[in-house]
């Protein structure tokens, strides 16, 4: 790499052909760089002859901003989530696309592009960097195949999708359900009765419904009432309960595409099943995710996070609103979301093998997402999707030590690119019981190891898979964790 | 109301007929072979992260063994200097207890001599005649 070539105005019009070994970038008046942001730039292409692209963290106004590696899911909703972008010069020329291109970030993403972050602020601006506008995301929808326009979002300046009310995908919907009532004492509604109802309220055509019982059921699951859905049951084998085992039965009995895993302690908000599928219009991507509220509204859901191996759900108990400054109310590329709600395409799961039922209650999520991820696609979550989750409800959400060690052994550790390393928190005992303030840094530095996308396995430090593996436990047995963790 | 469907379990998934317990079984097999794949990279990255540390321990061990090295030569340098001076001190030893034998000879002799001579002879006669010895 030779050089940084800073684009000031669209006065400059200068452009570089596929030979030029240069790098540019656009700051306009109200931008300027740090001082180490152009050996940063031109380091981190030089350590990855493989990028097209790099961006880093910014300040805007005197407040910084952290960022996420590469999401062209979170562009639909912020276009100016990554400028300025620093591309190759030799890009530019593939792509027939200028520097100064609004809707540059855009054509990246439909490409494919290589784009790295720099976890670092490499630039200071006066004002908001412009981004493509909504005629230019259209556009792009359109061409990547998501069957939506977009609309002004909220807070004011991020869109956020509408999908076209005449395009419903048909969609299965898979629910293992255990029978239990909402209230123990009258056990007068079931769990898996109020979510029916809250599907059937959607009012939304070319749905099925796939119940899976077993003999854990309380009651006659033929009484169930399914609200005027086209619901077939189909009964697990006998055996201790596997929630991996019973999706993976629920997936190979689905006649659709498109398939929904839904917890049956949810209840599901209108138009949340279509701000799902309609993601899945992008062959890029793998599995959707929702924002899953607790009955007071506070979130117990927006995606996940791995840090330091442990799958964790960000933002739980915060406001929707407070998650807002972290990015937590629009939809983009997480490294993996909840089995709670997820919906996906039936022949991938397929293809790689579904929910590991060496994973019968924990973890089974995650791997799945990262297994999709190493496949190639992206995982998302869209946070206009929202469900309300009594989380608790059915089951101790508890990890026994001996998944971790299956999940250790599986994955090591995995690097989150989504996660912005300086929020990283120290290695205390209680770090497990911080979910909900984990986002706060303490002391942020910024580092310049610039971060792709790959999804890395690792050997964990911890290395608990060297021990003997423990046989399965039975519920109450040692566990390691508590609620907010996955 | 729901229409209903059944699964049978197997013991061993080869003797299974059940078309739906031989597709959870491919379902399983791919899982695991997606599984030991990722393991392997676990692994792999074991294997590196031992291999820098045993590279790391080699590199302490030969800096130990060259350190150590050169205090032996240090050491056995100095040995060898301090046996030299002691072999020369042992004959320069052995040459001062020769010298003193000789010496003791001589003052021997000269003793013998002494008491021979007529004029120490008369000299203890005259002390004696003046009562200047017993």
């Known amino acids: 790499m030779r050089f940084l070539h ?11 052909d596929q030979d030029c070994d240069g790098v540019a970038i656009h700051l306009d008046g109200a931008g300027q760089f740090n001082e180490t942001a152009e050996r940063a730039i031109l380091d981190a292409f030089a350590q990855r002859p493989d990028a097209d692209a790099v961006y880093g963290d910014i300040e805007i106004g005197g407040t910084v901003r952290r960022r996420a590696a590469w999401s062209p899911t979170r562009l639909l909703a912020e276009p100016n989530a990554c400028a300025p972008l620093a591309v190759r010069c030799k890009t530019l020329a593939e792509l027939g696309c200028g520097i100064i291109d609004p809707a540059l970030p855009l054509r990246l993403a439909q490409a494919g592009s290589v784009v790295l972050h720099v976890p670092a602020v490499l630039s200071k601006h006066s004002q908001e960097v412009p981004g493509a506008d909504s005629a230019a995301v259209n556009t792009h929808l359109e061409e990547i195949g998501i069957a939506a326009t977009v609309a002004e979002g909220d807070p004011a300046g991020r869109f956020r999708l509408v999908p076209e009310p005449s395009h419903q995908p048909s969609v299965s919907i898979i629910i293992p359900t255990a029978g239990k009532a909402l209230n123990e004492h009258d056990g007068s509604e079931l769990a898996v009765e109020r979510c029916l109802t809250s599907i059937a309220a959607d009012a939304r055509r070319n749905l099925e419904v796939v119940l899976l019982v077993g003999e854990e059921y309380q009651g006659d699951p033929e009484q169930i009432a ?27 009995a689905a006649r659709n595409e498109l398939v929904l895993l839904l917890n049956d302690d949810t209840e599901v908000d209108t138009g949340a099943i279509d701000a799902m599928a309609v993601h899945l219009g992008d062959p890029s991507i793998g ?44 939809a983009r590329d997480v490294i993996a979301v909840t089995g709670a709600c997820f919906m996906s395409r039936r022949s991938l799961l397929l293809s790689l093998g579904a929910f590991s039922i060496d994973f019968p209650w924990s973890f089974n999520d995650v791997d799945l997402c990262l297994k999709i991820r190493r496949s190639g696609r992206r995982v998302i979550v869209e946070p206009n999707a929202s469900l309300e989750h009594r989380e608790s409800f059915t089951r101790e959400p508890r990890i026994f030590e001996w998944e971790w060690n299956r999940w250790i052994s599986r994955w090591g550790e995995v690097t989150d690119p989504w996660y912005h390393p300086v929020y990283h928190r120290p290695d205390d005992p209680e770090r497990l019981q911080l979910n909900a303030n984990h986002l706060e840094p303490a002391e942020p530095v910024d580092q310049y190891e610039p971060r792709g996308t790959a999804i890395t396995p690792r050997v964990h430090h911890a290395r608990l898979a060297a021990k003997p593996e423990s046989p399965v436990p039975q519920n109450g047995d040692e566990s390691i964790k508590r609620r907010g963790s996955a | 109301m729901p229409q ?6 197997s013991p061993d998934p080869i003797d299974n007929t059940d078309p739906r317990d031989l597709r959870m079984e491919i379902l399983r097999l791919r899982d695991h072979s997606l599984g030991l794949v990722s393991h392997a990279e676990v692994l792999a990255d074991r294997v590196v992260e031992l291999e820098t540390q045993n590279n790391e321990l080699h590199e302490a061990f030969t800096n130990i063994s060259r350190t150590a090295q050169r205090t032996i030569d240090e050491l056995t340098q100095t040995n060898t200097a301090l046996t030299q001076t002691n072999t020369a001190l042992t004959q320069t030893n052995t040459e001062l207890t020769q010298t003193n034998t000789e010496l003791n000879e001589v003052n021997q002799a000269l003793r013998v001599e002494l008491n021979r001579s007529p004029l ?11 009562k200047l010895v017993q």
Request: hydrophobic share 40%; net charge neutral.
């Open chain 1, 226 to 252: 399914d609200a005027g859905l086209a619901v077939r049951l189909e009964r697990r084998p006998p055996g201790p309960f596997n929630f991996s085992a019973a999706c993976n039965q629920g997936i190979l």
């Open chain 1, 287 to 330: 599995a959707v995710g929702a924002l899953l509220r607790y009955p007071d509204h506070s979130i117990q859901h927006a995606g996940m996070i791995i840090d330091d191996a442990h799958p964790l759900h960000p933002f739980v108990g915060w406001s929707v609103e407070d998650s807002q400054r972290f990015g937590g109310t629009v």
């Open chain 2, 4 to 9: 209903e469907s059944s699964t049978a379990a």
């Open chain 2, 120 to 130: 120490i002879r008369i000299a203890r006669g005259v002390a004696r005649r003046f």
């Open chain 1, 6 to 16: 800073v684009v000031s105005s669209p006065a400059d019009t200068s452009s570089c």
